[in-house]
């Protein structure tokens, strides 16, 4: 169930705030919802503090059995600053 919840915010923080949720296609108490969870969610915190996002894309890659990730990571590395 939603409920109304009023916010006394700067005028400035609520402007630039309604910007981003528009550049991410997202509601404003979308987001604030999101966040209020993410801070109260104790799993989180016990866990690796992982955003909602992440965390439902966990596990969704099977990376193959000889997969090294140092070297892989290593070697994207240089392509990128070598």
Known sequence: MNTKLTLTIEQKVIK???EYAKEKNRS???IIENYLK??????????NNL????ESLK??????????YKKELQDR???KYL
């Open 51 to 54: 955003s909602p996002t992440v």
């Open 77 to 79: 590395l240089e392509k």
């Open 59 to 68: 596990g969704s890659f099977k990376p193959p059995k000889n997969f090294d």
């Open 28 to 30: 404003l108490s979308d």
């Open 38 to 47: 993410l801070l109260t969610d104790r799993k989180s915190d016990m866990e």
């Open 16 to 18: 630039r705030a309604k």
